[in-house]
């Protein structure tokens, strides 16, 4: 008898467990949000049935369905449990890791969004909305202008918290929260300005150490120093464990002409930085206790042109396993460890753009994946006559020689962007999970993914580059979209226009 209920109640389990596979999880109480999920696979239509878990099944009958499940694998017993944990890490299981299933999710509410919102100030001083930026909980929305004026929203009720009315002397061009309460701003009056949202009156401090227009501002919070760059080719560490009201130490980290932006991985391993003349800088092995001694960026190039036989041409793309580096590297002697590569050791890149291989280009936006995965970029032709948004994978693999990064770039994934709005720099952006990306596109944002089911990109690498798939174009503003970015915590997102007009997207449900 109990012979029959042990075979009773296997059945049980894997009736159930084979249930979720089109869409839900076993006795999840979220599956219709799993069965929503699959209408963004194509073929798939509302009328087809699909089979549903029965809720409040038994754990343990689930586990002895698993068990057996992984029997019918032909391994042997103990590589059983090792082969299905690591199937359900890879999201590939019977049952899948639950924080990859929230991105399924996520990636629902995103494809049915929709404008909720637009803050829009009465007094149209603020000018143009040049960048824009959410505090690391989202409670706040950050919003560089043109005319001196940072703005301060609550992004959930839209509520206009302040306005920063002179919070420099000249346009804001980007914006960087250090966590939830202190954030700083740089400017095209060749400073930066620390702020603390508790005390809005004043700045805690202005930073000077640029000579021209600063651009970008990042934040190492690992060594809590502050990271600017700006169009005087200066890249610039601060010290913020030591700021005073008269500012905080710093130092020149590295100089190149050219200068666009500057990123750095969310790991803060490495540094990229985009250049006018279509190259890409990559800094590996990061340190930035320690000054990069290169002069200027007609040295690189020159050095670069001079490349020696074995180094691959940049120019060209990688196809199967090749992991050679895709261009010269360049390395400072003096940070060199013992038996390993040097710190802060250069490459120089040039990036494969899709259309006319024999016209310049150049990278006006730089983002990086939120994992660390790839390089999303931006570029426009020398005429201005081409937009192109391109995705690079990291390529990891060993050094061609001891002092050689470890690390090339890889066109996976490009599309043709509309060329609307000639001379405005357009930021794009990641989603928090890293499987959408948010474009300015016109008068209006376009949403793409890496293939039709929104997955993410180490699922879907493509043997050789392919066009993003567009998921979803939606135009909301009277002027050329400039800016565009994802809340970190909500499924919201911002984007900013010419004339001034901010606008909220949520999903419509």
Known sequence: MSSDRRKERKDDAESQLDGPRDGGSAGDPDGDLYQAEGSLSPGTTSDQPQQRPTRGSDESSIATGLINSTAKQPLSSGNNVFWWLRERCLGRGVVVDPFRENFRIMTSLY????????????????????????SPDGSVLAVACEQTEVLLFDPISSRHIKTLVEAHEDCVNNIRFLDNRLFATCSDDTTIALWDLRKLNSKVCTL????????????????????????????????????????????KFFHTRYLMRMRLTPDCSKMLISTSSGYLLILHDLDLTQSLEVGSYRILRARRTTASPDSATSGSPRRGNDSRPASNKLFSPASQREGGSPRNSLEVVTPEIPGERDRGNCITSLQLHPKGLATLIRCSSNTDDQEWTCVYEFQEGAPVRAVSPRCSLKLTHYIEEANVGRGYIKELCFSPDGRLICSPYGYGIRLMAFDDQCSELVDCLPKESSCLKEIRSIYSHSDVVLTTKFSPTHCQLASGCLSGRVSLYQPKF
């Open 111 to 134: 494809s049915s969004m929709n404008p909720a919102d637009s803050v829009n100030l009465s007094t149209r001083t603020h000018g143009a909305v040049f960048n824009l930026e959410y």
């Open 208 to 251: 000077h150490g640029h000579t021209s227009w600063v651009k970008n501002i990042e934040y190492d919070t690992n060594t809590r120093l502050l990271v600017t760059s700006g169009f005087d080719g200066n890249v610039i560490t601060w010290d913020t464990n030591r700021f005073t009201e008269d500012g905080c130490p710093h130092k």
